[in-house]
């Protein structure tokens, strides 16, 4: 149901507005993840709340026709009816587009690559658009890591170059044990890749290993899209990614073109991977047999120019 609902979500920028805000009146569901940090889901990416009598950190926003139903779930949560402090962990829509409504006297924090995408012309699949408004863009910047202090929390956020994309803020709270990281984890799904803005699949597989390396074994993960997760889910994603590049890789030094790439696709045991939004990148339907049909996402970095150019998106 929560596909369904997400997928209306996406095709909503081709309808007209009122109709919009109904059909993206998605369910949001908030679950507590340990002391004051909560998960919010339905309505875009992944919200990461940590409660605070001042008022609350989030991490991410969702759609601006979620906001409404996001401050309605936050509302009992100590300082839940004034968001103080919202992280943007990159510049998608999807995470920031909710900065119009829930950002709105806050300090919203981003990495310094990130207020410039959202501050220029919007050139996403299906969707042009104008700069975003002034008071949604991130009014605090960093360029390799900033700490900030909400909820009893030490709370570090600290950037991954080329990763999804190149603005990626990766949020720890160590007291909690808790890690937020964006779109750079999509538990358990194919991610997007946004090769025109930075993202690599070679360095993201790196920076994962780099958190790996510094995360505690029981460590709870709010991935961007996805249910909440566990270091054990972050491998496998790591893998993934990993092993499919390298697939395409193989292929790709064999001569093939895109389009014979694509035919191929990969092997049936990436099935898994194929659910939520990534699902619609041309993959075969239930019950359909052969090869799963690779994402555009996840072909390999420096490809030859016609793989390049068709590797590129722009969203999630
Ligand atoms: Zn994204």
Known sequence: MKR????????????????????NRVEI????????????QGGGGNIGVVADPLGVLM??????????????????LPGGERVRILVDTHWHSDHTDGNKSLGLGAAIIAHENVRPLMGGEQDQPGRKAGAGPAAALPNVTYSDRLTVYAGGEEIRLVHYSHAHTDGDTVVFLDKSKVVHMGDMFFNGRFPFLDVANGGDIDNWVRQIDAILAVLPADSKIIPG??????????????????DSAEIVRKEMKEGKTLEQVKAAGLPERFAPWSKGFMSRA??????????????????APSPPPELDSATTTRRR
Do not use: W
């Open 59 to 76: 991490i991410d926003a969702m759609e601006t026709p979620s906001s409404d139903q996001i401050r309605a779930a936050i509302k009992s």
């Open 29 to 40: 569901s908030i679950t507590p993840v340990t002391g004051p940090v909560y998960m919010l």
């Open 282 to 299: 041309g993959l075969p339907q239930p019950g359909e047999t052969g090869r799963q049909v690779t994402p555009q996402a996840l072909t």
């Open 225 to 242: 899209h996805g249910p909440l997760a566990s270091t054990a889910d972050l491998k496998a994603f790591r893998q993934m990614l990993y």
């Open 4 to 23: 369904l609902m997400l997928i209306a979500c996406l095709a909503a920028p081709f309808l007209p507005v009122n109709v919009q805000a109904q059909q």
